[in-house]
């Protein structure tokens, strides 16, 4: 088989060591009614790990055709439980799967993985977990708790949406080549959500206006709300307006985008 040549532009760093893949499926919690979606198969560690796990069917969409040859063959392999899709992930709803709900499980190409998580929130209906591997960092901004430097609307989004988790961390050797950062796998699971499309929309907005000036108070960024007698509503509704916005918990930043709800839709 023809020697395979990493392209950095698609994010290949591939896993070489098993204990992790082996690690990060059995955090999936596997079992023989699951439909797993996987991305970015790239030599395929992952793919055979998945399929060796009690799983009823297994898609892994990738989109550098060097792969094509090496997984081929795995579907008369495993007849019925692997499909390879040939795509980019990122022009690929999930809703093309004829199935009810899947578990993600991948080791996310880095450069495309947030916008890839941001896009699967708003596909939450299909999604029964996400297991991932990502840059630290972009564990550590969607796990960040209030007052950490990692807290910003990243956070806030995926937790509003998900119980998140960062799992375990993963240094570059266990990945052929190496990457410059540590990596982490992070675990998302859908939450039973209690606030409207609009609700949400709002706090999005609210949340990115307040985080473009994270060192500023919030007496200060809010200013551009155009809200009358700011200050005395926001202490009348138990905020503190010299807060900065990763003071805030989520709960409180709900309360905020309720208040402010004609302002920031
Ligand atoms: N899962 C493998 C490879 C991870 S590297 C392993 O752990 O060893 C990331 C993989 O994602 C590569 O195979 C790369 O070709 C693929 N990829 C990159 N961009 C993609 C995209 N937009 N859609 C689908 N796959 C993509």
Known sequence: MSRIIPKKKLGQHFLQDQDVVDRTVAAANLSSS?????????????????????????????????????????????????????????????????????????????????????????????????TLMVQKEVAERIAGAPSTKSYGSLSILCQIKCEVQKLFDVPPQAFNPPPQVMSSVLQLVPKDQTLSDEELTNLENLTQLVFQQRRKMIRVSLKQLNIENLESLLEKNGFNPMDRPEDLSIEQFVRLSRLFEKSVS
């Open 34 to 130: 699951d439909v797993v979606l996987e991305i970015g198969p790239g030599p395929g560690i992952l793919t055979k790990t998945l399929l060796k796990s009690p799983i009823k069917k297994l898609y892994s969409l990738e989109i550098d055709p060097q792969f094509f040859s090496r997984l081929k063959p795995l579907e008369s392999e495993y007849p019925d439980r692997f499909q390879l899709i040939m795509s980019d992930a990122l022009q690929f709803p999930l809703s093309k799967l004829d199935e009810p709900k899947i578990k993600i499980i991948a080791n996310l190409p880095y450069n495309i993985g947030t916008t890839l998580i941001i896009r699967w929130l708003g596909e939450l209906n299909k999604i029964t977990s996400m």
